[in-house]
């Protein structure tokens, strides 16, 4: 099992949950100041912090397993060297369980954690996917570690220095040329009318707007976060996409 679920760290969880409920995502856990939204494919977590804390405004590329130590003994296994280390961290007698932390190329870590949920919520926007982003200077070696983790590559018709993959229970993950250090961002994809999604943020009284661009279209919101300590994102991305061909 393998889920695009970044997790976001947020003082507006309010604002959040408006702007998610518009999308389409649907809040499936309540818990001590996390957050989880359900996507048609993927999930995103929401951690509360205090307000003009350095993490206020920052995402986490993360994912979600079944079996973490399954889940690591496999990772290690495709690696075959020591570019890519799947290691497990925790205790799977208490309430967090056993987590995985996956480092790859340039030192750049991420967590593979178990699902508290395995099934999506039906409720959710079945057009709607999560995206979680991987900015990095060496793509090529960003895009070896998300093979090794079992996701799956997926063509693009723009994918020069960048790779999207697809993930067996919902979400997608991909790998963006960034500048400086290796850092994490989020997005979403939609599948249906993107006119018709910008009029539901407009109805729940969002500003949205639709950019044509080389290979696609897109929908843009401003952040809930835009202006906070950690934002580097001020305004969220929705990519236009036509559905797979069954």
Not at 178 to 183: D, M, S
Request: proline share 6%.
């Amino acid at each position: 099992m393998l889920r695009a679920r970044p997790i976001h760290s947020t003082s507006r969880p309010e604002q959040w949950e408006k702007l998610l409920t518009a999308l389409g995502l649907v809040k499936t856990e309540n818990r001590g100041g996390w957050e989880e939204y359900d996507a048609g494919s993927g999930r995103l977590a929401l951690r509360l912090v205090a307000p003009g804390s350095p993490e206020d405004g920052t995402t986490e590329f993360s994912v979600e397993v079944g079996d973490p130590e399954e889940f690591a003994r496999r990772t290690n296994e495709a690696a075959g060297d020591d570019s890519t280390r799947a290691e497990l961290s925790g205790d799977p007698g208490t309430d967090g369980g056993t987590s995985c932390r996956v480092t790859g190329h340039g030192g750049f870590a991420f967590q593979a954690e178990k699902a508290a949920h395995l099934a999506g919520c039906a409720d959710a926007d079945p057009a709607l996917a999560v995206v979680a982003v991987w900015f990095t200077d060496n793509s090529t070696a960003a895009a070896e570690t998300l093979q090794r983790i079992g996701a799956r590559y997926r063509p693009s018709p723009d994918d020069y220095d960048l790779a999207d993959f697809t993930t067996k229970n919902g979400g997608i993950l991909m790998v963006r040329v960034g500048q400086g250090p290796a850092h994490s961002g989020l997005g979403f994809e939609y599948t249906g009318d993107l006119e018709a999604l910008r009029d539901r943020l407009s109805t729940a009284g969002l500003e949205a707007s639709i950019t044509e661009e080389a290979f696609s279209r897109s929908l843009h919101v401003p952040s809930p976060d835009a202006g906070s300590p950690g934002s580097n994102q001020p305004r969220l991305w929705v990519a236009g996409r036509q559905p797979a061909e069954s």
